[in-house]
Protein backbone atom coordinates (compact mmCIF):
# COMPACT_ATOMS: atom_id res chain seq x y z
CA UNK A 1 0.00 0.00 0.00
CA UNK A 2 1.13 3.59 -0.42
CA UNK A 3 -0.12 6.65 -0.99
CA UNK A 4 -1.62 8.73 -3.62
CA UNK A 5 -1.63 12.05 -2.87
CA UNK A 6 1.07 14.07 -0.63
CA UNK A 7 -0.44 14.52 3.20
CA UNK A 8 -0.24 17.66 4.99
CA UNK A 9 1.00 17.05 8.19
CA UNK A 10 1.26 19.75 11.21
CA UNK A 11 3.88 20.78 13.28
CA UNK A 12 4.03 18.46 16.47
CA UNK A 13 0.62 16.52 16.37
CA UNK A 14 0.30 13.11 15.86
CA UNK A 15 -1.56 12.45 12.83
CA UNK A 16 -2.80 8.70 10.81
CA UNK A 17 -0.40 8.46 8.06
CA UNK A 18 -2.93 7.29 4.75
CA UNK A 19 -1.77 4.37 2.72
CA UNK A 20 -4.93 4.64 0.33
CA UNK A 21 -2.96 2.78 -2.73
CA UNK A 22 -3.14 -1.19 -2.46
CA UNK A 23 -1.03 -3.05 -4.90
CA UNK A 24 -2.43 -6.63 -3.60
CA UNK A 25 -4.13 -8.04 -0.73
CA UNK A 26 -4.41 -11.71 -1.25
CA UNK A 27 -6.56 -11.97 1.97
CA UNK A 28 -8.69 -9.01 1.60
CA UNK A 29 -7.67 -7.97 4.98
CA UNK A 30 -6.69 -4.03 4.05
CA UNK A 31 -9.04 -1.35 3.75
CA UNK A 32 -7.38 1.58 1.33
CA UNK A 33 -10.70 3.76 2.62
CA UNK A 34 -9.35 4.29 6.68
CA UNK A 35 -5.49 2.46 5.75
CA UNK A 36 -6.24 0.09 8.29
CA UNK A 37 -4.87 -3.91 7.91
CA UNK A 38 -7.19 -5.92 10.15
CA UNK A 39 -6.48 -9.56 10.17
CA UNK A 40 -8.28 -12.54 9.84
CA UNK A 41 -6.63 -15.08 11.47
CA UNK A 42 -4.60 -14.49 14.96
CA UNK A 43 -0.70 -15.42 14.12
CA UNK A 44 2.46 -13.52 14.24
CA UNK A 45 3.01 -11.03 11.79
CA UNK A 46 5.68 -8.68 10.42
CA UNK A 47 4.46 -5.33 9.84
CA UNK A 48 6.87 -2.21 7.72
CA UNK A 49 5.76 1.35 7.48
CA UNK A 50 7.73 3.56 5.54
CA UNK A 51 7.55 7.76 4.89
CA UNK A 52 9.62 9.96 2.90
CA UNK A 53 9.11 13.33 4.51
CA UNK A 54 9.35 16.57 3.07
CA UNK A 55 9.59 19.64 5.73
CA UNK A 56 8.59 23.04 5.41
CA UNK A 57 11.62 24.38 7.08
CA UNK A 58 15.38 24.28 6.32
CA UNK A 59 16.67 23.04 9.50
CA UNK A 60 17.07 20.20 12.51
CA UNK A 61 13.64 18.14 12.96
CA UNK A 62 12.28 15.19 13.87
CA UNK A 63 10.13 12.35 12.89
CA UNK A 64 8.78 9.77 14.74
CA UNK A 65 6.15 6.62 13.48
CA UNK A 66 4.74 3.78 15.33
CA UNK A 67 2.30 1.00 15.03
CA UNK A 68 -1.53 1.84 16.53
CA UNK A 69 -3.21 -1.71 17.52
CA UNK A 70 -6.38 -1.05 18.60
CA UNK A 71 -6.01 2.63 18.93
CA UNK A 72 -2.48 1.89 21.34
CA UNK A 73 0.46 2.51 20.51
CA UNK A 74 2.60 -0.77 20.69
CA UNK A 75 6.10 -0.98 22.25
CA UNK A 76 7.39 -0.59 19.00
CA UNK A 77 8.68 3.27 17.86
CA UNK A 78 11.34 5.06 15.91
CA UNK A 79 12.42 8.38 15.77
CA UNK A 80 14.99 9.74 14.12
CA UNK A 81 16.20 13.90 13.53
CA UNK A 82 16.98 15.09 10.30
CA UNK A 83 18.36 17.94 9.54
CA UNK A 84 17.93 20.47 5.86
CA UNK A 85 14.86 20.57 3.67
CA UNK A 86 15.69 18.06 1.84
CA UNK A 87 13.03 14.93 1.98
CA UNK A 88 13.51 12.22 5.07
CA UNK A 89 12.56 8.51 4.84
CA UNK A 90 12.24 6.98 7.99
CA UNK A 91 10.90 3.44 8.03
CA UNK A 92 9.83 0.51 11.11
CA UNK A 93 9.39 -3.08 11.25
CA UNK A 94 8.09 -5.17 13.87
CA UNK A 95 6.81 -8.79 14.27
CA UNK A 96 4.06 -8.37 16.58
CA UNK A 97 0.95 -11.40 17.76
CA UNK A 98 -2.15 -10.08 16.44
CA UNK A 99 -5.88 -10.94 16.71
CA UNK A 100 -8.13 -11.63 14.14
CA UNK A 101 -10.07 -8.71 14.18
CA UNK A 102 -7.05 -6.27 15.50
CA UNK A 103 -6.85 -2.92 13.94
CA UNK A 104 -3.45 -2.09 12.80
CA UNK A 105 -2.58 1.90 11.29
CA UNK A 106 0.36 4.01 11.46
CA UNK A 107 1.14 7.13 13.23
CA UNK A 108 3.36 9.58 11.98
CA UNK A 109 4.52 12.64 14.45
CA UNK A 110 6.94 15.33 13.11
CA UNK A 111 8.47 18.33 15.17
CA UNK A 112 8.51 20.44 11.78
CA UNK A 113 5.13 21.13 9.57
CA UNK A 114 5.29 19.73 5.85
CA UNK A 115 4.08 16.69 3.49
CA UNK A 116 3.98 12.91 3.48
CA UNK A 117 5.25 12.70 -0.40
CA UNK A 118 3.07 10.11 -2.61
CA UNK A 119 6.42 8.20 -3.48
CA UNK A 120 6.92 4.70 -3.78
CA UNK A 121 9.28 5.39 -0.25
CA UNK A 122 5.97 6.00 1.33
CA UNK A 123 4.09 2.50 1.83
CA UNK A 124 3.12 -0.43 4.27
CA UNK A 125 3.01 -4.20 4.09
CA UNK A 126 2.02 -6.81 6.64
CA UNK A 127 2.57 -10.62 6.23
CA UNK A 128 1.62 -13.09 8.66
CA UNK A 129 4.28 -15.51 9.03
CA UNK A 130 3.72 -18.74 8.83
CA UNK A 131 5.11 -21.43 11.19
CA UNK A 132 4.55 -25.02 12.51
CA UNK A 133 1.82 -24.02 14.94
CA UNK A 134 -0.08 -22.08 12.37
Not at 35 to 50: C, E, H, K, R, W
Request: no cysteine; net charge negative.
Amino acid sequence: MNNTANQSLPANAASQVLFQNEQFDLANEYNPNTSTFIPQTDGVYSLTASVEFQPNIMGEFTLEMVFLINSDIIEGRNSETFAGNIPAILTTTEILQLNAGDQVQVAMRSTAAGAIQASPSTHFAAVRVSSPAT
